[in-house]
């Protein structure tokens, strides 16, 4: 649920990263952080396991500059993306404006992505979000890998409803802020419709 | 309801009482975030400590909390308290959808920042009624003249990738 604050002029979103287990999310999340100046983005939250795991969520708060007068801010978010963190991905994904896919391009993670899409419906489901409504990207990640599949037949497998596809490698960055351009535009859209 | 406006004349009631609540109390922040992680106001300096940041946790504090609640069968837990070294949080819960935090030394104690707490949520319970009045009222428009997305171009979200 956005926050429009006419008297500070400022519009706070929030995103959330969603996908399979080890696919990239918070890579994406550090990319930006390390690559924003510090006067326009927050801190880097992580609650990780021990190995770097998210444990339950990742959240950076971003401004991304002004429109109009006003801030426009973002509160990005990652789930954690192995599968027995279910509860934590509902709660993350609460009151959210705009989802982020991103999905692993190996060939053997191939069915966990379309698991995990499948459990970001089911979730958007139990709080009656309407997934054909919702600004959503997909991003395939790790594509400097050698054992990917081919952007085309991802795209066949997981796009559902015509959304942007970036193709990306979060390590190195490429991508990442296109994905994020991707999703703010998406989501300011919708805003921009629903307040008229 | 896929957004909130936080109209100028209730966010300045909103920061009026959190100020209150925290001149009477003594503590060093109040702040409501919205239970999904957005911040909605604060009150209060902490040096080097990012308030959105505290706001996301917060409220993931809470969410967690709830989760754990609805194992258990219970309805919810109302208050929760962190007891630090030397930083203590009050969290207790306004409406089901706002989250009131108070965090406080040892200048100050627990009874009273519960007591103070207890009295701004009745008042900021009145003020967010109020708000989603309104908000049905306007049907959801600003109530100011100028929207910021009256004429927003893919020109303009373009440029704040530049
Ligand atoms: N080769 C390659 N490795 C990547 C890429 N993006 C991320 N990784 C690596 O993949 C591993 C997992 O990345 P994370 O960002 O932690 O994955 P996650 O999606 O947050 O995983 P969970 O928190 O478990 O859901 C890390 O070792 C990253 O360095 C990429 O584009 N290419
Ligand atoms: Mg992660």
């Keep these: 649920m956005a926050l429009l604050n006419p008297r500070l002029r ?24 390390d690559h924003t100046s510090p006067t326009t983005r927050g801190e880097l939250i992580t609650l990780n396991t021990e190995g770097d795991r998210t444990l339950y969520f990742d959240v950076l708060p971003l401004n991304l500059g002004t429109i109009k007068g006003y801030k426009i ?13 279910s509860e934590s991905r509902k709660i993350i994904l609460r009151g959210v404006d705009g989802v982020v896919f991103v999905a692993d391009s190996q060939a053997e993670r191939l069915d966990a992505n379309i698991e995990s899409i499948e459990d970001l419906q089911e979730n958007l489901r139990e709080y009656d979000y309407s997934f054909a409504d919702l ?11 050698p054992n990917v599949v081919s952007a085309d037949e991802m795209k066949k497998l997981l796009i559902l409803k015509g959304e942007p596809v970036v193709e990306s490698i979060a390590i190195r960055g490429v991508g990442v802020m296109e994905t994020l351009k991707q999703a703010a535009k998406l989501v300011l859209i919708k805003l921009k419709k629903e307040m008229r | 309801m896929s957004y909130l406006i936080l109209y100028g004349e209730e966010y300045e009631e909103i920061k009026k009482i959190l100020s209150e609540l925290k001149e009477e109390t003594g503590a060093r922040v109040a702040l409501i975030v919205e239970k999904n992680g957005q911040p909605i106001a604060f009150s209060g300096e902490m040096d080097g400590v990012d308030t959105t940041s505290l706001g996301s946790l917060v409220a993931g504090n809470v969410a967690a909390t709830e989760g754990l609640a609805r194992l258990l069968g219970e309805q919810g837990f109302a208050l929760m308290f962190n007891e630090g070294q030397n930083e203590n949080l009050h969290i207790n819960l306004i409406e089901r ?38 908000m049905e009222k306007e049907h959801r428009k600003m109530g100011e003249k100028e929207s910021p997305f009256e004429d927003i171009s893919e020109d303009d979200i373009e440029k704040l990738f530049k």
Excluded: M
């Excluded at chain 1, 600004?135 to 890998?145: E, F, H, S």
């Excluded at chain 2, 406080?104 to 109020?130: I, M």
């Design chain 1, 135 to 145: 600004p959503y990207v997909l991003q395939l990640n790790k594509r400097d890998l």
């Design chain 1, 73 to 85: 801010r973002f509160q990005l978010y990652t789930v954690p993306g192995q599968v027995f963190y």
């Design chain 1, 10 to 33: 400022e519009l706070i979103s929030k995103i959330v990263y969603y996908g399979p287990g080890l696919g990239g999310k918070t890579t994406n999340l550090k990319y930006i952080f």
């Design chain 2, 97 to 134: 959808k706002f989250i009131l935090a108070v965090l406080f030394d040892k200048r100050t104690s627990l009874g009273l920042v519960r007591l103070r707490a207890k009295n701004a949520s009745v008042k900021l319970e009145k003020v967010f009624t109020k708000l989603e009045a309104k």
